[in-house]
C-alpha cells in the first residue's frame, strides 16, 4: 500500500527545475505533500483532493492523476530553502490504512549554490 | 505561539526502561497522532486519537500505550524499551478526524536512542 516516489534522490543546481513523482497501487481520495528539513520536523506543503486537480504554492505545484494513482510534485527554478526530503502522503479511496496517511519513503532534494 | 509542541527533544535511556513522551497542540484540532520516524526516515503511523477516543490503533507492540488527559494532549508511554524503539518520533494534530482532506501539523520530535 506504501506509494513509491521517485527518484529517491536529486541534486540540482540553484535555479534548475525538479520533478518529484508519488505512485499508488491503491485508488486514491487524496495525495498530501511535505517537505522535511534535516532535524526538523514534516511540514505541510499542499493537499491534492480531486482527479486532475492542480495546486501551486509559490514555484512549488503538485498535479494529481486520479485515473493513473499518481501525483508529481513540481519545483521550479528551484533556491537553495528547497533542500530537504519531499515525502507524499497517500489517503486511499477505499478502505485500508484505517483512515491515514500512507507516506512514500521520500525524495532527498539538494540544491547546489 | 508553538502549534504542537512536544517533550523532551532528546531521550536517552537503557534497555528495559519506562519512558514517556508528551505533547500537546494549541490549535483546537480534533485528532492527535503519534508517528514513528525510523533510521530510514520512514514515516510509519502508531496511533491516533480523535476526541479522547482511540479510533485507529496498528499493529505496534503492546508495550507502546497513548494517553490522552484531554483533546489538547495525547502522551506516549513505552514500557521495556527495546534497542529497535530507537527513533525519531513524531506528534501531529489534523482538523477534523481523518488526515484525508485535512494537513498534518507535526512537532518537532523526539530522537529516542536505546543503549
Not at chain 1, 21 to 34: E, P, R, T
Request: net charge positive.
Amino acid at each position: 500500500q506504501q506509494p513509491v516516489q521517485s527518484p529517491q534522490a536529486v541534486i540540482l543546481r540553484e535555479g534548475e527545475d525538479a520533478v518529484i513523482n508519488c505512485s499508488s497501487s491503491k485508488a486514491l481520495y487524496s495525495v498530501h505533500w511535505y517537505r522535511q528539513k534535516h532535524g526538523e520536523a514534516p511540514v505541510f506543503l499542499m493537499i491534492l483532493l480531486k482527479g486532475g486537480e492542480q495546486k501551486g504554492h509559490e514555484k512549488i505545484s503538485a498535479s494529481f492523476n486520479e485515473k493513473k494513482q499518481q501525483s508529481s510534485l513540481y519545483l521550479t527554478a528551484s533556491q537553495l530553502s528547497y533542500s530537504g526530503t519531499y515525502f507524499c502522503g497517500t489517503g486511499l479511496l477505499y478502505g485500508g490504512s484505517q483512515g491515514n496517511l500512507i507516506f512514500g519513503k521520500g525524495t532527498k532534494l539538494s540544491v547546489k549554490p | 505561539d508553538t502549534a504542537v509542541s512536544q517533550t523532551p527533544k532528546y531521550l536517552v535511556t537503557q534497555m528495559g526502561n519506562d519512558k514517556s513522551i508528551k505533547c500537546e497542540q494549541n490549535l483546537g484540532h480534533d485528532t492527535m497522532y503519534w508517528y514513528k520516524q525510523d533510521s530510514k526516515k520512514f514515516l510509519k503511523i502508531m496511533f491516533s486519537y480523535n476526541n479522547k477516543e482511540l479510533i485507529i490503533n496498528e499493529t505496534v507492540p503492546n508495550r507502546f500505550s497513548p494517553k490522552s488527559p484531554d483533546k489538547a494532549h495525547l502522551n506516549l508511554h513505552i514500557n521495556s524499551l527495546e534497542l529497535g524503539d530507537s527513533a525519531v518520533y513524531f506528534c501531529a494534530s489534523s482538523q477534523e478526524g481523518t488526515p484525508y482532506n485535512s494537513p498534518l501539523h507535526f512537532g518537532n520530535g523526539t530522537r529516542l536512542t536505546v543503549t
